[in-house]
């Protein structure tokens, strides 16, 4: 059995695991990061994508706020690459009550979040498409943030300072020895090989499934799953998040992400068995449309490209409280004081606007039981991308011979990396995705440089497939690539094929009606007519074939 020992283990890939890796580093620990599938694949990848400004919780929650509004701050330094400052509207419709704005008017005064009230005209000035019969409104300073991006940068910064990380590794076994957790035993799914990592110290910061690596340890974390879905429409209908101005509720909220727009969320507690197969009923597609329709007209009847859900890790205490009625407060457990298992912490509840202050809490522990006194410095050093402001008209003119669209696109991804990734070879400046303009050079850098081993990780660090087309356009020409830039057969390339298009297909299912029918036909006619994805070579040879398919529609051709 393969060995390895570290400081700190932490146990999921998400945006907390990622920051405690990152944060452990930059203290001097040695650190190994697991995760079972791929880097932000749960719910940190998974959620309506906002920066949050703290408003939403300045009515009841005044604490949770006010970590809302620094991380914020915080967030639009360090990682301003990830970050798209759209700021926001909370809106009262004829139907609500208007005294709730007054409500979040003096919440946010009280947790320091400068939100300023507007006039009705200042606000259809600021966003036009927003429903004309509004009657109130106040701006505070949401964003929009890539989960995707801001896990992947703090797990390279980990990685370049000597972390290691382990995806597609499923931990099996918590390794126990007296009443000290002493590691964790991991399953590689790709190579199936069992490998041991002992360490002083064991993060869970897996969400949800916290619950279940409690199980292994013999200790008990009761989770309340509370499931959110959420429908993308294939363009951006917005362009400042839109909130409507009363408690939280399903469908009241509408965030302009890259090129679309989503409308979110529901909430509806779920078995915890059910946390692995996650589906979006036909009822919460529909109160999200109408309600969405509330705050833009006529978006109900845009195309709506896909539909999907993700699990709040939200830890069920202090009785039969269900979905919204949970805090979603930070929740740090020492197991070695709670359970009496040394060298054991959890770190869960949160939201991914927090999720760097959550990884200091959660180093700050570990720290002391190592006894290392270093400070955090996570909230000072930015993350790689972001650690300068470069203007873009700056960016654009030092790229020759590519459109200022692809630079501007590429750099406002992968920020001061957009000049690592457009080199001076012209063939970094061919477009593999035209939705979300990916090129080439960018599929190249995310391959050798963030952990991408097949298309459904490319599609996390570069949006490939994202955009309008959901990677009918793009997938194959991307897989072609992947065969030669990753090392791919051509069986390899298949399977990427069909695992991203069977990845695309969970989304796209339920909203199969007008446009998006019309869509999946086409990708059909793609994949299944011209490149013949739904049949086997009759004489055995598969890998040849496909690879000469996809080699046949690579991005030069």
Request: glycine share 12%; hydrophobic share 40%; net charge negative.
């Amino acid at each position: 059995m393969n060995r390895l020992d570290t400081d700190v283990v932490i146990v999921g890939g998400g945006a907390t695991g990622a920051g405690v890796f990152r944060d452990c580093l930059l203290r001097g620990l040695s650190a190994v990061l697991v995760e079972r599938d791929d880097l932000a694949s749960g719910t940190t990848g998974r959620n309506h994508g906002l920066l949050h400004s703290g408003a939403r919780y300045a009515v009841k929650d005044t604490e949770a706020a006010a970590e809302c509004i620094e991380e914020n701050r915080v967030l639009k330094r360090i990682a301003r690459h990830c970050v798209e400052e759209t700021g926001g509207l909370f809106v009262t419709l004829p139907e609500d009550d208007p005294g709730h704005h007054e409500k979040l008017l003096a919440g946010c005064r009280k947790a320091g979040i400068p939100a300023k009230e507007i006039g009705v005209s200042e606000a259809l000035r600021l966003e036009p498409n927003l429903n004309g019969g509004i009657r109130a409104a106040i701006r505070v300073p949401d964003a929009t943030i890539d989960p995707f991006r801001l896990a992947a940068a703090n797990v390279m910064d980990a990685v370049s300072r000597g972390g290691k990380c382990l995806t597609r590794a499923e931990v099996t076994e918590v390794i126990l020895d007296g009443s000290r957790a002493a590691g964790v035993r991991v399953w590689d799914k790709r190579g199936g090989d069992i490998m041991e990592i002992r360490a002083k110290v064991t993060v869970n910061a897996t969400g949800v499934h916290g619950q279940h690596l409690c199980d292994m340890a013999g200790i008990v974390l009761p989770m309340v799953p509370s499931k959110g879905s959420m429908v993308i429409i294939d363009y951006r209908v917005g362009n400042v998040v839109i909130n409507r101005c009363r408690p939280p509720a399903d469908g009241d909220i509408i965030v302009p992400g890259d090129t679309v727009s989503l409308i979110g969320t529901t909430s509806r507690t779920i078995p915890y068995e059910a946390i692995d197969d996650l589906t979006v009923d036909d009822d919460e597609i529909e109160v999200l449309l109408a309600d969405g329709e509330k705050l833009i007209p006529n978006v109900s009847r845009t195309r709506v490209l896909r539909a999907y859900c993700g699990v709040r890790p939200l830890v069920g205490a202090g009785g039969p409280r269900e979905g919204r009625e949970i805090s979603r407060g930070i929740v740090l457990i020492d197991h070695g004081e709670r359970d009496g298992l040394a060298g054991f912490v959890t770190i869960t509840g949160g939201k991914l606007t927090t999720y760097r202050l959550m990884a200091e809490y959660a180093t700050d522990l570990v720290a002391s039981k190592l006894r290392v006194s270093t400070p955090c410095e996570t909230h000072r050093l930015p993350l790689p991308g972001s650690e300068e402001k470069l203007p873009e008209k700056k960016i654009v003119k030092s790229f020759s011979g590519v459109s200022r669209s692809v630079v501007g696109a590429t750099h406002f991804r992968h920020g001061g990396n957009v000049r690592r990734i457009l080199s001076e070879d012209p063939d970094s400046y061919g477009l593999v995705c035209e939705c979300e303009m990916v090129t080439t050079g960018e599929v190249d850098y995310a391959v050798k440089n963030q952990l991408v081993t097949d298309l459904v990780d490319l599609r996390r660090r570069t949006r490939l497939g994202m955009g309008p087309c959901q990677g009918a356009l793009c997938a194959y020409r991307a897989a072609g690539i992947l065969a030669g830039t990753a090392g791919a057969s051509g069986g390899d390339a298949e399977t990427m094929l069909r695992d991203f298009l069977e990845e695309r297909w969970k989304g796209v299912k339920p909203v199969l009606w007008g446009d998006a029918l019309r869509e999946m036909e086409f990708s059909h006619w793609i994949y299944a007519g011209l490149l013949g994805l739904d049949q086997k070579d009759p004489e055995g040879d598969e890998d040849e074939i496909v690879y000469d398919y996809v080699r046949l529609f690579e991005p030069d051709d």
